[in-house]
């Protein structure tokens, strides 16, 4: 079990590594080649994989989140179908709320009213 703990964690740091040299790291979307929005995306997917496996990571759900939202704009810009697209959106907004983050009304309202309140 060993070995295939440190082979996921290799693969894991590979990744990263892939992910940091390539050109979606320097170029908008819309000027990467098909070849290359497919490998991000395909290094996306294994990234997010990776980092559901607590064994030999510790991602937190925050960056999960922001892999899931990248995933999602890959997913639309490669006009993937608009379902799969929607649940990489949806995923990253479930994985934000989960690291603590209140995107509801109730919050929006208090912290506008506090706003409010202390320019009056």
């Known amino acids: 079990m060993r070995t295939k703990q440190y082979v996921m964690n290799a693969d894991f740091k590979v990744d990263i590594v892939r992910l940091m040299q390539h050109p979606i790291m320097k170029k ?54 608009p379902e799969k697209t929607i649940r990489h959106f949806r995923s990253s907004l479930r994985f934000l709320q989960k690291s603590g983050i209140d995107l509801s009304l109730a919050k929006w309202l208090e912290l506008v009213s506090l706003r409010i309140s202390e320019e009056l």
């Open 28 to 81: 908008p979307l819309g000027d990467l080649s098909e070849s290359e929005l497919c490998c991000a995306h395909d290094i996306l997917r294994r990234l997010i994989d990776s980092s559901g496996d607590e064994s030999f990571t510790l991602v937190d759900v925050l960056q999960i989140s922001r892999l899931y939202y990248a995933w999602g704009e890959l997913s639309y810009v490669m006009g993937e179908d």
